[in-house]
């Protein structure tokens, strides 16, 4: 049964001898096993209609294609295909075998124009000339293979000489000329006869020549004077520009698609000078059909001046289309670059180990995951754990008793910053011919991101068990008292005195359970989204008071000084739920209270800046470790406690803080000089302006009485996005919701945005490419565009500008300053009906 293979598909006749070929029988191995280098290679040969050849591996295996079998003869084709390169052009071999082994190792290309090679085809020896390039087939290992493009140019050759004798001739025949008019006089019928000879002798020439140029491969024309008037064009020619009719047309007139190409500049500057003009692998647009679309081509030509009587009368035009070996050549580049890329991306580095030297070679990308590029593999031992060298040594010398695989994760210290970098580590033993084991090519991925991250979930259950250890106590703690206090009662029913204090006792037990179940269910609607404000005009002064009034038993009971320093009653506003904001400052004054020993400070101050309210409670308590800072906001997180677990509680109360101040479109932070240098709590939130005289609420400057924005939110983050709107609907605006900029061109025209926030890493279209289209959309123009970026250097911010944003935020966006920009912006008038606040519309 014969065996087919994508690579080899197609291909015509010698795409149909590789398929039929037993290739197991040749160094190369059966085709599945061949390396993907070589089966691209021989996919683009056989793809190819242009001639092109190609000596593989160390023994030069030769492969082509169609186009290439119809410059040999019988006596190479077929048995050249498979065979070893020496063997079959081994007459020739001093003339290529030194071009092959310099693109082998390592040199770089060839280009041989108008060479004589000559070879035995059809029983003969021909003298042939090629045009012909070597290029190596290489990738990160080295050279492979070299790749032939070539054309059997001696037709051109052959029509060149016949030129030069041509132009011997006419000289000749113009001396005589000449001479004959000397002796005019008595010569007339002579003279008459051999000017008629020379015409004929010349258009006999003439045709001559056009008829080896029309049979040439590549194309060809001539041009005369300075407007460059075709006289003649082949049919190559033609060919390449979709079989226009050029004869007697100037070059602009008949070419009108390259004008502004710069060929017609060369044109003049060759005419005008009378030097020659060569180029090669020049890209070109060209419409094959009138109206068409254009499509690219890559030429080698030459302008060659046409010199008569001392002066230039015209230009010979001669070339080949070379797009194929261009575009074979951007395909493997092309190819590299996106290897390159994912390996990238990928955090990957591919490597070889060379057994019998310990010399290693790594992927360019080396130093950037690595920190270095070794070159011998005893130094990279320096730079894994000794834990893990032992381990993977163990698992190599399996390998390589039985040439196998193994794989492995290490660690390794980067040796340029120090830093730990885990590497999962995939690795296969090579044989040499003899099936010992000659090295091993492996793969290392950077894997440390995945480490962390089971690092991270290893710690978020580890806090996660304390923390419900830690609330199966306090939950129990109050049992104790409870009980005690009904056997009390159950003893003596009648004592009075006892009755009154088992009350207090389950009362006072009952209310700590509640307040315990109280943060537990506040934390859960918070964090399901089922918390729906209350929003209303409230007074800053008002909110400090009710929340000193709940805590004052604590501090009072602890021996605090409490300090107040707030503004006026009614001089300072916000906008939201007054119950939790309440809420937000009664947990940081408990939580001061409870860590900061008997008879301490706790100082709540007020102040307000332009748009922003800032509230600071600050203690001179026990501090906040420098490890816990970064995540004294978290759930399950809690400063440690003493042995008796005096203070209580079960860490909630900071983590719902911070999720009722986001719901307001603020943010809190804590600071602390260090464990017994006292923290500092601070909230900040959008300050709302109120009338002078009557205390009731207005809006600030710019604003739009009693409308909210139509904002248009444009993210591929959903998190980030979703996050985002539930800030901008609980400051009353109507938020609709894009991830894709695609979209949020199409849904444009419908919602007719007042603002839009867009992010600049967008995904098929950036922000700024998005932020021009809705500047030129008629229904988004007179919108204000606000970045919203993880891009933060001044080059971004001046591109962004550039696009037509009128505002820029850095992520994260300080949303007391977002929220003050959106007060200031006045809605696009539109007549139409708008949708009710606080609607989520999603895209």
């Not at 242009?50 to 023994?59: I, S, T």
């Not at 050249?80 to 310099?102: H, S, T």
């Not at 990279?380 to 039985?402: F, G, M, N, T, Y």
């Not at 009362?507 to 209350?534: A, K």
Request: contains cysteine; glycine residues 8%; proline residues 4%.
């Amino acid at each position: 049964m014969r065996l087919t293979f994508d690579f080899l598909s197609n291909g015509g006749e010698l795409g149909a001898l590789m398929r039929a070929r037993d290739w197991s029988t040749t160094p190369l191995g059966p085709p599945e096993h061949w390396p993907t280098l070589l089966k691209s290679t021989i996919r683009l040969i056989l793809s190819s209609s242009h001639p092109m050849f190609l000596w593989w591996g160390k023994d030069l295996i030769q492969f082509y294609n169609d186009a290439y079998r119809l410059t040999m003869g019988p006596e190479r084709h077929p048995s050249a295909l498979g065979g070893r390169g020496r063997e079959c052009w081994d007459e020739i071999w001093p003339i290529i075998g030194p071009q092959i082994a310099l693109v082998m190792s390592g040199g770089g290309s060839t280009w041989n124009e108008d060479q004589l090679v000559p070879v035995t085809r059809h029983g003969k020896r021909e003298d042939v000339w090629w045009t012909y390039g070597y290029s190596p087939i290489e990738d990160h290992e080295g050279v492979h293979g070299v790749l032939v493009v070539c054309n059997d140019v001696t037709a051109r050759h052959n029509a060149n000489a016949a030129l030069e004798r041509m132009n011997l001739a006419l000289t000749e025949q113009i001396t005589q000329r000449e001479h004959a008019q000397r002796h005019e006089a008595i010569q007339t019928t002579q003279r008459l006869r051999a000017e008629q000879a020379l015409r004929e002798q010349r258009e006999a020439e003439t045709m001559r020549l056009r008829s080896l140029f029309e049979q040439a491969h590549g194309f060809m024309c001539i041009l005369r004077g300075p407007q460059h008037v075709f006289e003649f064009a082949n049919s190559a020619y033609l060919r390449l520009v979709g079989e226009r009719t050029l004869i007697g047309k100037t070059v602009r007139e008949a070419l009108p698609d390259v004008v502004g190409q710069g060929f017609f500049e060369l044109l003049d500057g060759v005419y005008a000078s009378g030097k020659p003009y060569k180029a090669g692998d020049l890209r070109i647009e060209l419409q094959q059909a009138p109206g068409g679309a254009p499509t690219q081509a890559y030429i080698d030509f030459v302008y060659q001046p046409i010199v008569e009587n001392g002066a230039v009368g015209g230009i010979f035009v001669q070339g080949f289309d070379v797009t194929d070996r261009s575009m074979a050549r951007q395909a493997l580049q092309h190819s590299e670059l996106r290897l390159k890329e994912g390996m990238k991306a990928a955090r990957m580095a591919v490597w070889d180990w060379d057994l019998h030297s310990n010399d290693v070679v790594f992927s360019d990308n080396a130093p950037e995951l690595f920190g270095a590029s070794w070159t011998n593999m005893r130094h990279v031992w320096h730079c894994i754990d000794p834990d893990d060298l032992k381990r993977v040594e163990l698992a190599r010398r399996e390998a390589l008793q039985s040439n196998g695989s193994y794989s492995e994760v290490v660690r390794l210290r980067r040796p340029d910053n120090g830093q730990l970098v885990w590497l999962q580590v995939y690795a296969t033993v090579v044989p040499d011919e003899a099936g010992h084991a000659a090295c091993i090519r492996g793969v290392s991925i950077d894997v440390s991101a995945r480490k962390r991250a089971e690092e991270s979930l290893r710690e978020a259950a580890r806090h996660k068990d304390e923390f419900l250890a830690m609330l199966s106590h306090e939950l129990r703690n109050p049992l104790a008292p409870i009980r005690s206090a009904a056997h009390l009662l159950a003893m003596a029913p009648d004592d009075t005195a006892r009755v009154k204090m088992s009350s207090v006792i389950i009362e006072r037990q009952v209310n700590h359970m509640t307040s315990l179940i109280n943060d537990l269910l506040d934390v859960s609607r918070v964090n399901t989204g089922l918390v729906v404000l209350d929003k209303q005009v409230i007074d800053v002064h008002q909110v400090v008071l009710e929340s000193v009034e709940q805590t004052q038993p604590l501090i009072s009971e602890r021996g605090h000084e409490l300090v107040l320093d707030l503004p006026a009653e009614g001089e300072v506003a916000l906008l939201g739920d007054r119950k939790r904001l309440v809420q937000v400052l009664t947990n940081l004054l408990h939580n001061a209270a409870k860590y900061t020993p008997g008879g301490g400070r706790i100082a709540v101050e007020v102040s307000h800046h332009g748009d922003t309210v800032e509230l600071h409670v600050r203690d001179n308590g026990i501090g906040v470790e420098a490890m816990l800072m970064p995540h004294i906001f978290e759930l399950f997180r809690q400063e440690k406690r003493s042995s008796d677990r005096s203070q209580g509680g079960l860490g909630l109360g900071l983590a719902l803080v911070r999720s009722l101040v986001l719901l307001h479109g603020g943010h809190v932070t804590a600071a602390s000089p260090g464990p017994g240098e006292g923290a500092t709590f601070s909230v900040y939130l959008q300050k709302h302006a109120l009338a002078g005289d009557g205390g009731e609420a207005t809006r600030g400057p710019g604003s739009h009485a009693g409308e909210g924005l139509r904002l248009m939110l444009v993210d591929d983050n959903k998190d980030a996005a979703n996050a985002m709107a539930m800030v901008l609907e609980s400051a009353g605006h109507v938020v609709r919701v894009e991830h894709d900029p695609h979209h949020a061109l199409d849904t444009v025209a419908s919602f007719a945005p007042d603002a839009c926030l867009l992010d600049i890493g967008l995904p098929g279209m950036d922000g700024n490419e998005l932020a021009r289209r809705l500047r030129a959309s008629a229904h988004a123009r007179a919108a204000t565009l606000i970045a919203v970026t993880g891009y933060g250097n001044k080059y971004d911010k001046a591109s962004a500008v550039r696009a037509g944003f009128d505002h820029y935020f850095v992520k994260p966006a300080n949303t007391a300053e977002l929220i003050g920009v959106l007060a200031r912006i006045k809605p696009v008038r539109r007549a139409r009906q708008e949708a009710p606040l606080a609607e989520r519309i999603e895209g």
